[in-house]
């Protein structure tokens, strides 16, 4: 069974810096592209950043790109997003997502999502 | 980017009804659209990829159609667990994947 748990949502100040991790389960990071998808409060879904199956390439909205690091640890088997230089307009809950199909980003639709954890960036 | 709008933002039906759902795209994303479904404090769900397609273990009541720049999504007979947020995803111009701004389908 394939599982997504996220991790590493706090509250930050404005500046801040945090690092979300997703544990998963159920099959390998290196069969499927990830990506990280954002739900701000009120709001629809954003696609944030994706990884393809191999490490590399790597992709992010224009909205976080030079701030968000994406990246994954093969040997736990978990996802990570680097967020630095935090906005109150980053403030949301963050899911991971695997691609439907292969380990190429533009795979591009999202079939097993985690619960989600919550970043809230204030001062 | 893409701009994908969706109508209705809410539509309130009674369970049995036939819900219509519309996604807009501002170009042409092909074939390449997908619909999601969202329940609060859950993860979202893919129920219809390539316009048409459905997801894995999604009921038949669940379909998909359209290209270009005009997408619908029917649910032909409303259960009780369909209530939830509708969201619309294209991945043909990208980065970004862009979703839409989501459609409430709601208890009348």
């Known amino acids: 069974e394939v599982q997504l748990v996220e991790s590493g949502g706090d509250f930050v100040q404005p500046g801040g810096s945090l690092r979300l991790s997703c544990a998963v389960s159920?099959?390998?990071?290196?069969?499927?592209?990830m990506n990280w998808v954002r739900q701000a409060p009120g709001k629809g879904l954003e696609w944030v950043s994706g990884?393809?199956?191999?490490?590399?390439?790597?992709f992010y909205a224009d909205s976080v790109k030079g701030r968000f690091t994406i990246s994954r640890d093969i040997s736990k088997n978990t996802l990570y997003l680097q967020m630095n230089s935090l906005r109150r307009e980053d403030t949301a809950i963050y899911y991971c997502?695997?691609?439907?199909?292969?380990?190429?980003?533009?795979?591009?639709?999202?079939?097993?999502w985690g619960q989600g954890t919550r970043v809230t960036v204030s001062s | 980017e893409i701009v994908l709008t969706q109508s209705p933002a809410t539509l309130s039906l009674s369970p049995g009804e036939r819900a219509t759902l519309s996604c807009r795209a501002s170009?042409?994303?092909?074939?390449?659209l997908a619909w999601y479904q969202h329940k609060p404090g859950q993860a979202p769900r893919l129920l219809i990829y390539?316009?048409?397609y459905r997801a894995p273990g999604v009921p038949d009541r669940f379909s998909g159609s359209g290209s270009g720049t005009d997408f619908t999504l029917t649910i032909s007979s409303l259960e009780p667990e369909d209530f939830a947020v509708y969201y619309c995803?294209?991945?043909?111009?990208?980065?970004?994947?862009?979703f839409g701004p989501g459609t409430k389908v709601d208890i009348k």
């Open positions: 997502a695997k691609t439907f199909q292969g380990v190429a980003v533009s795979g591009g639709y999202f079939d097993n």
């Open positions: 159920g099959f390998t990071v290196t069969t499927y592209a």
């Open positions: 990884i393809s199956g191999h490490g590399d390439p790597t």
């Open positions: 170009q042409s994303v092909s074939h390449y």
């Open positions: 390539d316009a048409s």
């Open positions: 995803q294209q991945r043909n111009h990208w980065p970004p994947f862009t």
